[in-house]
């Protein structure tokens, strides 16, 4: 099974920061890997897919990039409505694997 | 706008079966470039995918739940179903249903239910 892990964890960060949460695959994926965000109890939201695409409604401040096993997302300046839990999502079927999630909190 | 609502008992015995429904709405349940899936959120956890099932009916588990998950579709009521059994207390979590967009990178789940609580207790 192809095992996803995030780093950082958590990070703490201030309005207008710029933003990195780094994804890692433990096999090549190409660029078969999705990005969400979730707020506290609120259902996850599709963030980027095909790691770099977003969907429609996405604020272009949202960017990513990767292919293989290593991948990023990026926020150019940080909104209070960004604090929230970003998970990865491998989707190379038929199984897919969330990434254990990076939580950005308020400084 | 599609939605899609997850429904069922919010406590289940140990031991006993989890089942849930998801209905959608506002779209069709039949078009061959989606799928139908489960995901689960154990409190204060991250996300689990559980399953996933085509429009055509076939299926796809979490090597680590297959032996215990059964996920079927119902076209005619555009609805999706969870069946878990032998649950126990890890089992507790919020378990979303949600729809798989199936592109040339991949499967995302692009729409979510808002989720439904269960309970493993006696």
């Known amino acids: 099974d192809i095992q996803m892990t995030q780093s950082p964890s958590s990070l703490s960060a201030s309005v207008g920061d710029r933003v990195t949460i780094t994804c890692r695959a433990s096999q090549t994926i190409a660029s078969y890997l999705n990005w969400y965000q979730q707020k506290p109890g609120e259902a996850p939201r599709l963030l980027i897919y095909a790691a770099s695409t977003l969907p429609s409604g996405v604020p272009s401040r949202f960017s990513a990039s990767g292919s293989g096993s290593d991948f990023t997302l990026t926020i150019s300046s940080l909104q209070s409505e960004d604090f929230a839990t970003y998970y990865c999502q491998h989707a190379y079927g038929p199984s897919f694997t969330f990434g254990p999630g990076t939580k950005v909190d308020f400084q | 706008q599609l939605q899609l609502q997850e429904s069922g008992p919010g406590l289940v015995r140990p031991s006993e079966t989890l089942s849930l429904t998801c209905t959608v709405s506002?779209?069709?349940?039949?078009?061959?470039?989606?799928?139908w899936g489960w995901i689960r959120q154990p409190p204060g956890k991250g996300l689990e995918w559980v399953g996933t099932i085509h429009y055509g009916g076939s299926t796809s588990y979490n090597p680590s739940l297959k032996s215990r998950v059964t996920i079927s579709l119902d076209t005619s009521k555009s609805q999706f179903s969870l069946s878990l059994n032998s649950v126990t207390a890890a089992d507790t979590a919020v378990y979303f249903c949600a729809r798989s967009y199936s592109s040339a990178w991949g499967e995302s789940f692009d729409y979510w239910g808002r989720g439904s609580l269960v309970t493993v207790s006696s």
């Open positions: 506002g779209g069709s349940i039949r078009r061959p470039t989606f799928h």
